[in-house]
């Protein structure tokens, strides 16, 4: 176990699972395994809300899923990103990049002079 | 379900494959296959939490949770299958009563009758100034040409009589037979605002014409069932020829509700100062009742400014709906109004007894809830099981309670035990099954769901310690267990005593002496066409010859004519003048009744002539005028003189002068049901005289037979020897006093069953309570009996508990009676309404049935065994 663990933000994974979408069709144990590498280890997705991530995304229409072969071949569910899932990726991304914006910008302001 | 099932599977694989390509990716990074398989499995966490958080996206979950609950649901009835019972039961017959009882209260109390805009329509009626009450007189019949043509605030007027006999001879259409035909005046129909079905009603040129009829919708049928070519064509009735105008639609009816009737045009009065009428008036819109009540009784001022009328009389306004109820059965109201007070009682106690059953499981349910929670199981999930408990049993409840209700309802109207005003159709009333249903659902949900809300608060540690037995939080549940009985037991007093009163009161009226022996005496009404028997000579020769005939006959033993049926007879029609005392003033109490009979009536009555003598031959046309009068009328009039040979004569006004008669005999007094209060018998002041003297065309035949049965109609038609007299209505006299009982027998029993109803409720409310507390005590029990207590001392100390719940309920309930009971006492025949001994036995009655319910549980606490009890933890 990695000590420096973190929890992910609410809504956050959705958006990872999203972004890793992007680069191609990938099934659950991919995507958990590909968001653990891009983080550095940093973020290990539960299975717990990696599923019902999934199959929440799929109800909405932002990906679509089949059955297809592994390279190794073996039978397995592929995610695939949907237009509607690009819109929404891009929708979530340009939020993030506002809130990360918006939080950095707290944390560098120096403390004010006088309280009004 | 198929499109679920694949889902299933589908979740299911993809799981497998995320399990295996985890193991083959550790594996390649070097982990032994074992190490891999087992850390793989660790990493990815519990498997049913994931399947069943992926399974909820797709939003099954409530529908297996719902499944689930409802499983559940059934099996925990199963498991406490007769307080699951009980509490259904209950409640289906808490619904079922009341939805019932108050379907027929709005059907005749609440729903106005199918009239146009009927809130306009008022019944005016005179009431007797001096005696005050609810007026009950007809209107004159120039009061009525007075209004119509004087009054501002009414739109019309219209006027009808049942007074007398108002059946008319119908020949030329199979054999005679008498029909109903009511006198109305032309506005009658329109006044109501109801059109005919089949041509037409009346207008004023049809009073150029000799007889015009309308036919209400039954009759027509009753005619070679129903031609619509009958319009226009010629009904002999009376021996005239009356043209029918047209047919009324069958849910017309007004008061006297005889369906099968035909309504004549009233033809105008030789005397409107003397002839009564029901006058219906017909307000104009935004005329209140009471502006219209002061122009009548102004304008009844101005016409009877000189006269007796205006002196003995003022015009009432009542609206028609509750004039036509009070006329269909004065204490009709009152009943329904008194039973649906039952009946909501009833469901109070209902809804009390499954209040404290429900909690009394409540209790025993801790322990399961606090293992439910502590395993795990959300507040929510918990409450939702409740909630479906408890919807499954109102749910279950309220179809059996409406299954009563429409199967009470249909006996209601298949059986008729009640006279119902006219046009009152009785059906199962929505409103009131909705709210009856609403209560027992919000009962079940408040009581069903203490457990849910109890766990949330209590310390799961101490519950589970407790063993769901007496913690502190018990005494509050209990507390309220035993204010619910208490409750029910001053509720079930309070109906004991009511139910008490009406039985004794049916029972006292019913076992009153009449004053004559209705055993075995029969009944028949006489009808002699008017134009075969004008003169008072035919009509005596008639009479004589029937009378004769008939007692020649093997069948009959003794008969009689007079003109008033026993009973229901000669109310008080006049005031009285004696000779020598001066005139009654003009607004003198009418109160002496009049009957002319024939000399054998008063054997055949078997009534006691106690000074002169009875009618005989002597009393004939052109003799001395007579009269012998009752016992009551001596009391009244000749308190303390001899009435034998003094001079009476009936006192209609100052401005008619009826001839002298002398009083020759006096006989004892027969019972008479008084107009304004059915549940009552009175003697009133009444003179007979001989039928000789005053020969009528239409009477009363009163004989006894030599055989059981009803002689046949022939026999009659054989004596009379004129196939155009009709004979009608014979019956028996002891059926016409039954008939009298019916109604508030049935109340009784109505409110007895109810009573007897909510005595077993509170019984098994009352032996629930106290089985709980012997539960809940029964360690307690257990180390008093370890450490010598006798098994006596036990029993007295549960004993006291129950005894001490029905003694506050009992002082309670008799504390309600007293202000309960007196509105009653119109319904009472007999026995005060806080008869004391009524009072004694019902509270005597009670204790029994509380002692009852209370030795079960005490005599169970002495049997405690104190190692068993003490082991028991």
């Known amino acids: 176990m990695t000590p420096k663990k973190l929890d992910l933000l609410q809504g956050t994974l959705d958006m990872l699972i999203l972004r890793t979408l992007q680069w191609g069709a990938q099934h659950g144990y991919g995507i958990s395994q590909t968001i653990r590498a891009h983080s550095a280890d940093a973020l290990q997705v539960e299975t717990g809300s990696l599923y019902p991530a999934l199959h929440r995304l799929e109800k909405q229409g932002w990906v679509n899923s089949e059955w297809k072969q592994t390279e190794s071949n073996q039978r397995a569910k592929y995610y695939r990103l949907t237009a509607a899932g690009r819109k929404q990726l891009a929708a979530e991304r340009a939020r993030w990049e506002q809130l990360v914006a918006a939080i950095a910008a707290v944390m560098r302001e120096p403390r004010p002079e006088a309280w009004p | ?873």
């Open chain 2, 1 to 873: 379900m198929m499109f679920r099932r694949r889902r299933e599977r589908d979740l299911d694989e993809e799981i497998q494959t995320h399990l295996r390509l985890a193991e083959q990716d550790r594996i390649r990074h070097g982990e032994s296959p074992q190490d891999a398989a087992q850390s793989a499995r660790i990493e990815f966490g519990n498997v049913t939490r994931v399947k069943e958080s992926a399974r909820d996206v797709w939003g099954w979950r409530w529908l297996d949770r719902l499944v689930q609950d409802i499983r559940f649901a059934f099996r925990n009835f199963a498991r406490n299958r007769v307080s699951a019972a009980i509490i259904v039961f209950t409640l289906a017959v808490g619904i079922g009563a009341n939805t019932a009882v108050f379907s027929i209260l709005d059907a005749v109390l609440l729903r106005q009758p199918p009239y146009r805009d009927p809130h306009r329509l008022v019944s005016i009626v005179d009431l007797q100034k001096k005696i005050g009450g609810r007026a009950v007189f007809f209107d004159l019949y120039n009061d009525y040409e007075n209004w119509k043509q004087n009054s501002r605030m009414f739109e019309g007027f219209a006027a009808s009589t049942w007074a007398g006999d108002f059946g008319r001879t119908l020949s030329g259409n199979g054999p005679a037979r008498r029909v109903p035909a009511l006198p109305v005046t032309v506005e009658y129909f329109s006044v109501l605002g109801v059109p005919a079905l089949l041509g037409r009603t009346f207008q004023p040129s049809d009073r150029q014409q000799a007889c015009t009829l309308v036919l209400s919708h039954e009759f027509w049928r009753s005619l070679n069932g129903g031609q619509k070519n009958l319009i226009g064509k010629l009904l002999r009735l009376d021996d005239r020829d009356c043209t029918v105008l047209g047919v009324m639609p069958p849910t017309f009816a007004v008061y006297p509700s005889v369906p099968s009737v035909v309504w004549t045009l009233m033809p105008a009065p030789p005397r409107p100062d003397q002839f009564g009428v029901f006058v219906i008036g017909r307000m104009k819109p935004g005329v209140s009742a009471a502006q219209a009540q002061r122009e009548l009784v102004m304008l009844h001022y101005q016409l009877h400014r000189h006269d007796r009328w205006g002196e003995l009389m003022e015009p009432r306004l009542y609206e028609l709906q509750s004039e036509f109820t009070w006329l269909t059965g004065h204490n009709l109201r009152l009943s329904l109004i008194v039973l649906f007070g039952a009946v909501s009682i009833v469901l109070l106690i209902c809804c009390a007894n499954v209040s404290n059953l429900l909690l009394s499981q409540s209790l025993a349910r801790r322990r399961e809830m606090a293992i439910r929670a502590s395993l795990g199981s959300g507040r929510v999930r918990l409450l939702r099981q409740l909630l479906t408990e408890s919807l499954l049993l109102s749910a279950t409840a309220m179809a059996l309670g409406a299954a009563l209700a429409w199967a009470a309802v249909g006996y209601f109207r298949i059986a008729n035990p009640v006279e119902l005003p006219p046009a009152t159709v009785v059906k199962v009333d929505g409103r009131i099954l909705a709210f009856t249903v609403f209560l027992s659902a919000l009962t079940t949900l408040v009581f069903g769901l203490a457990p849910a809300w109890k766990t949330s608060r209590i310390d799961l540690n101490t519950a589970l310690k407790a063993s769901g037995r007496s913690s502190s939080q018990d005494t509050g549940g209990q507390r309220l267990g035993s204010f619910l009985i208490v409750a029910e037991v001053a509720l079930t007093l309070v109906l004991l005593t009511g139910a008490g009163l009406l039985i004794r009161s049916v029972s006292q009226f019913g076992a009153a002496p009449l004053g004559f022996q209705p055993d075995g005496l029969l009944t028949a009404h006489i009808e002699l066409p008017k134009a075969a028997y004008a003169t008072p000579e035919q009509k005596a020769r008639f009479c004589d010859n029937l009378l004769q005939h008939l007692l020649a006959t093997h069948e009959i033993r003794e008969a009689a004519l007079s003109t008033a049926l026993p009973i229901y007879g000669t109310g008080p029609v006049s005031a009285l003048v004696v000779e020598g005392r001066p005139e009654p003033r003009p607004d003198a109490v009418i109160d002496t009744g009049t009957q002319t009979v024939t000399p054998d009536y008063f054997r055949v009555m078997r009534l006691q002539l106690t000074k002169g003598r009875l009618f005989d031959e002597r009393d004939r046309a052109g003799s001395e005028p007579v009269a012998i009068v009752n016992e009551a009328l001596v009391a009244k009039y000749f308190p303390h003189e001899d009435p034998l040979g003094r001079h009476i004569r009936q006192f209609d006004g100052p401005e008619t002068r009826r001839t002298w008669l002398r009083i020759v005999g006096v006989v004892t007094n027969e019972k008479r049901t008084p107009v304004t209060n059915e549940m009552s018998w009175a003697d009133t002041p009444g003179m007979y005289l001989p039928w000789l003297q005053n020969p009528q065309s239409s009477a009363a035949l009163l004989f006894r037979a030599r055989g059981a049965g009803l002689p046949a109609m022939s026999l009659f038609q054989q004596a009379a020897g004129d196939p155009d007299v009709t004979f009608s209505d014979i019956d028996r006299m002891t059926h016409t006093v039954a008939k009298l009982l019916a109604y508030p027998r049935f109340r009784a029993v109505v409110l007895a069953a109810f009573a007897v109803l909510a005595l077993v409720l509170a019984i098994v409310g009352l032996y629930g309570v106290l089985s709980r507390l012997v539960a809940r005590r029964s360690r307690e029990i257990g180390i008093r009996m370890a450490l010598g207590a006798q098994q006596s001392s036990v029993l007295m100390t549960i004993g006291q508990q129950g005894v001490l719940l029905t003694g506050i309920g009992i002082a309670l309930g008799l504390l309600s009676v007293w202000a309960l009971t007196r509105l009653l006492v119109a319904l009472l025949y007999g026995v005060g309404a806080t008869d004391p001994t009524n009072l004694a036995l019902v509270t005597l009655l009670l204790l029994a049935a509380a002692a009852f319910a209370t030795f079960l549980p005490a005599r169970r606490a002495t049997q405690v065994d104190p190692m068993i009890a003490l082991r028991d933890e």
